[in-house]
Each structure stands twice: as structure tokens, then as C-alpha cells.
């Protein structure tokens, strides 16, 4: 009896017992090595953003009398910097085990759409990305993300997590090259498969990792990206490469030649950790603003970010068992919180939107359930300041056919849809099938939305619907409106 309290007690002392009672493991049901375990996974299967933001934010941001390789190093600096902010909130603020970094898809059309089609300075987008921020900080501050969120149909809510699922298995398959563009099916197999060594070596680690994950090995996942990459490491040194997109047969599109061992040796020279260039760029974009073309560019970040960020919740915290049930969030302004700060912050100091990545899964899937899950993933971002950015050693196809395994085990939330409803089941398959289909969780959220009161009109339920339903359902045909009718184009 005396040995085992002295056991007891060495346990709970020192670090790790502070720890575990700051972030409440044993209330969660979790121990520090676990949620160091999910930390490391999810900034494995997250890791690409630092070398993918500045590679998609270059093409647009280009400070004067500073060279491409040097912006491309500060605008690295600037996500490292960012993600590690709004995580390290995430997990003091929040104690949930959530990772947030720049997005994908908002860093695309910062780059692509505002500055690129649009012609708006770079420094009057990053000026919106702060805007956005602030606006965010103050509706968070006063419960009203929150109770837009609690908005959601409960079938919407139920979806999302399927949804999620499938969109990350069709980005882990692309990645993979097991799945490319095609011009009349838009997507097909990889007609090339068996001579393309990176989708042979992402399929035997994928079923390599499906049988770890089912056999119930504890860093399945992790085990899983190391060994795959290995693979890829020992086929590169026997001379196998990676099968070139160009002799793809017509019509067919796989993404560009991906290396089986990428080059470790990327580094930050000093002058790339001077980010004055990029670092308060936004107020200039201030002083030079057309009020009706930047009040849209504001409102389109504004409301995919809030989308994608809630959409995400959603789905993570389902996987998690974090939702009660009414299917929310509780405490969701907090997370959300942590986003806003997270934008705010990337957008003064030179990166697009700030917020929650759907590869949170992957840690949730791994175990974790506290704040320590992003306290880890924050700790690597700021490591990787220092040290060559881990992404640049795992291989994109290793760390991406997590995605696939992740996507798999998501999809069981469907069995809490009660699919035999007419007026559940249209919203929620509309949710999960057009998420993945327009590679947008927001969309996927606006689909449901919308079809949400429409169907309980129809069906003669008008009672279950309540006028925040259809004002939500409102702003999504509003926000497509002014998406796709060219309204941006015409007031530049």
C-alpha cells in the first residue's frame, strides 16, 4: 500500500504534475505522454504549411528592393511565428487540443484572387487580413460567434465531421498520387500508377499504417510517417524518382514531380529573421483604401474564415467527444478566441488568415484531449525557427496519407444522422458531399445551411426552424452572390 502511493505521488510531482493538473488530464481521461504523442502528430501532418504558405504568399507579396529567396524566408518566419501565437493561445487560453496556422484556400486567394486577378497592394490585403481580425477579437469578446455557431442545424453539425473526412482523404490521395485530374471525369486513377514510385511507396505505407492503427499500436500514425518516409529515402537511394506530371497521358493531370527524399537542407540565414519588411505592412494598406472594394475583400475573408473555423470545431470536437448534446462546443468562444488572436497577429506581421486546422484530427485520433496537445504543436513551430523546418524532411506524401487514414475513422459520425428524417437527411448529405466536391468546408456549411429550412418548409415543419436559420441561409446566398457575380472585379 505504501509503495504505491509513493508511486502515486511520484507521478504527480514536479513538471509533469503541474502539468497534468493545469491541463486537467486526469479530468479528460489522458496522460502527458499521450498528448505529447498527439502534438507531434498533428504538427507532422500540419508541417507542409511552412513551406507551402510562403510559397503560395510569394507569388504575391514582393517587398520593394527585397529578393524572392529572402521573402520566401521571412514569409516562412512570419507562419512559424503566427501558428505558434494562436496555438500557443489554443492551449493556454482554450485547453483544447487544437493546431491553427495560416489556411489553405485563404492563403489562395489573398495570392491568387485579391492581389493577383483583383490588382489590390499586397499591403491593403494584409490591411483586410488585420481588419478581419479585430472584427473577430470584438464578436468573439461578446458571445456573438457563438451563438451564430449554436445556430447551426443540428443535422449540419452532425455532417460536418463526415464531411471532414472526406475532404481530407481526397487531399491525402492527391498527395499521394493515387488519384489525378482528368478532363472529362475531373477526377480519376492514376492511369501511370505502377510506374510512379511516390503513389507505390504512399500506398504500401498507407495500408502499412491502417494495419498499425487497427492492431491498436499507441503512435500508429507517427510510426507510420517515419517508416514511409524511410521508404521513400531508401528508393531515392537506390535511383528511383518520381514519375514527371509531364508524360502523363492527355487529358490527365497528377501534380507536379514530388520528390522521394526531399532536401533537408533549407535553412534561415540571418537577414530572413529581420521581417520589418513584412512586419506592420498593413498600415500603409490603410492609408490607400477604395471603402466598397475593401469592405468585400474584408467581408470574404471574414466569412470563410469564420466558416471554415467553426466547421472544423465541429468536426474535431465530435471526433473528440467534446460535443454535448445539442451537438455544441461548450466554451467554443474560447478556441475561437484564439483564432481571432491568431489572425490578428499573422495579418500585422505579414501572412494571410490565421485558423484551425482540420489535421487537429489526427492528435485527437492519437489521444489528445488538452490544451498540452497544442502546447507541443506550438513548441515545434517555435523549434523549427531555429532548426530545419521538420516538413522539409518528411516527405508531403508521408505526412498526407495520414489524411486518408483519419478521413476513414471520420466517417463513422454518420451514424448519429437520422437519415430515415427527409429533413436531416438532405442537409446533412448535402454538408458531406459538397465539402469535399468544392474542396471547402465552407461550402460544405453554406449547402446544408441553406437546404436546412427550405426542406422543413417544404415538409411542414416551419416550428423547427427558427428566423436565426434563415437569416444564416440569407448570408450564404449573399456571400455566393458576391463570390461569383464579378462584384470584386467591378468595384477594383
Do not use: C
Request: proline fraction near 5%; charged fraction near 10%.
Amino acid at each position: 500500500m505504501g509503495i504505491e502511493e509513493t508511486s502515486d505521488s511520484r507521478s504527480d510531482s514536479g513538471a509533469t504534475g503541474a502539468l497534468a493538473e493545469y491541463f486537467g488530464f486526469e479530468e479528460h481521461g489522458t496522460d502527458l505522454r499521450t498528448e505529447i504523442l498527439a502534438g507531434v502528430t498533428t504538427f507532422l501532418t500540419m508541417s507542409y504549411i511552412v513551406v507551402v504558405n510562403p510559397a503560395i504568399l510569394s507569388t504575391a507579396i514582393q517587398p520593394a528592393g527585397v529578393g524572392p529567396e529572402r521573402t520566401f524566408q521571412m514569409i516562412a518566419v512570419v507562419t512559424l511565428i503566427s501558428a505558434a501565437v494562436a496555438t500557443l493561445t489554443m492551449a493556454f487560453y482554450a485547453n483544447r487540443p487544437f493546431a491553427q496556422a495560416p489556411g489553405l484556400g485563404l492563403n489562395a486567394f489573398f495570392a491568387f484572387t485579391v492581389v493577383g486577378a483583383l490588382g489590390v497592394p499586397w499591403q491593403t490585403a494584409l490591411a483586410a487580413v488585420v481588419v478581419e481580425g479585430v472584427v473577430f477579437l470584438a464578436l468573439t469578446a461578446v458571445g456573438a460567434r457563438e451563438y451564430i455557431i449554436h445556430l447551426f442545424p443540428e443535422p449540419v453539425k452532425l455532417a460536418v465531421g463526415a464531411g471532414i473526412g472526406l475532404f481530407l482523404a481526397i487531399i491525402g490521395l492527391e498527395e499521394m498520387r493515387v488519384v489525378a485530374g482528368d478532363s472529362a471525369t475531373f477526377l480519376t486513377f492514376n492511369p501511370v500508377f505502377a510506374s510512379d514510385p511516390v503513389a507505390i511507396i504512399s500506398v504500401v505505407g498507407l495500408f502499412l499504417t491502417l494495419a498499425l492503427y487497427a492492431r491498436g499500436l499507441r503512435g500508429s500514425i507517427v510510426v507510420g510517417i517515419v517508416l514511409t518516409s524511410l521508404m521513400g529515402y531508401a528508393a531515392s537511394a537506390l535511383g528511383y524518382s518520381a514519375f514527371p506530371a509531364d508524360q502523363a497521358p492527355p487529358g490527365i493531370t497528377l501534380k507536379g514531380p514530388i520528390a522521394l527524399a526531399p532536401s533537408v537542407s533549407a535553412t534561415y540565414d540571418a537577414a530572413a529573421y529581420n521581417i520589418a519588411p513584412l512586419a506592420g505592412a498593413f498600415v500603409t494598406g490603410l492609408q490607400n483604401v477604395e471603402s466598397f472594394s475593401f469592405a468585400l475583400v474584408v467581408f470574404t475573408f471574414f466569412f470563410v474564415d469564420f466558416f471554415d473555423t467553426a466547421g472544423t470545431l465541429t468536426g474535431v470536437s465530435q471526433a473528440a467527444g467534446f460535443l454535448d448534446e445539442d451537438g455544441n462546443l461548450p466554451d467554443i468562444d474560447k478556441p475561437l478566441m484564439a483564432d481571432a488572436v491568431g489572425t490578428t497577429v499573422g495579418g500585422m506581421l505579414g501572412t494571410s488568415t490565421v485558423t484551425t486546422y482540420i489535421e487537429s484530427s489526427t492528435g485527437v485520433k492519437e489521444g489528445g484531449r488538452t490544451g498540452m496537445t497544442a502546447l507541443v504543436v506550438g513548441l515545434l513551430f517555435l523549434a523549427s525557427l531555429a532548426l530545419v523546418p521538420l516538413a522539409t524532411a518528411v516527405p508531403t506524401y508521408a505526412s498526407h496519407l495520414v489524411l486518408v487514414v483519419i478521413g476513414v475513422v471520420m466517417l463513422r459520425n454518420v451514424v448519429e444522422i437520422a437519415w430515415d428524417d427527409l429533413t436531416y437527411a438532405v442537409p446533412a448529405g448535402m454538408t458531406i458531399l459538397v465539402m469535399p466536391f468544392t474542396f471547402s468546408i465552407a461550402y460544405g456549411i453554406a449547402a446544408g445551411i441553406v437546404s436546412y429550412p427550405i426542406v422543413k418548409l417544404a415538409a411542414g415543419e416551419l416550428d423547427d426552424t427558427r428566423p436565426g436559420h434563415w437569416a444564416l441561409a440569407a448570408a450564404f446566398v449573399l456571400y455566393f452572390f458576391v463570390r461569383t457575380s464579378g462584384m470584386l472585379q467591378g468595384n477594383v
